[in-house]
């Protein structure tokens, strides 16, 4: 999979993940959010995510802290999707 992380309006950094198909620069294009921090290519191993890469086309490259990024966009913390799968199971 590829990646880009995106400075969203309210400051927070915000992964958006994509099939390898997809271009970086053509995703890029389609979100709004005007900062780009980094961007690359984005592996599921048994210690968890693993980001690597650079995108020549934009100027970026994976940062350490990428992986942790994108796993606590998957947490169980209490997102708005949970709240929802709490309501319906009552």
Known sequence: M????????SGKQTPILFPE????EELREQ?????VLSAGYVYL??????????????????REEDSRIIAE???FG???FQQDKQDLEG
């Open 2 to 9: 590829k990646y880009l992380i995106f400075e969203d309006f």
């Open 21 to 24: 198909r997809i271009l970086h």
């Open 31 to 35: 979100v709004p959010y005007t900062k």
């Open 45 to 62: 191993t048994e210690e968890g995510f693993s980001c690597r890469g650079k995108v020549r086309e934009l100027g970026l490259s994976s």
């Open 73 to 75: 966009s998957f947490s």
């Open 78 to 80: 209490e997102t708005p």
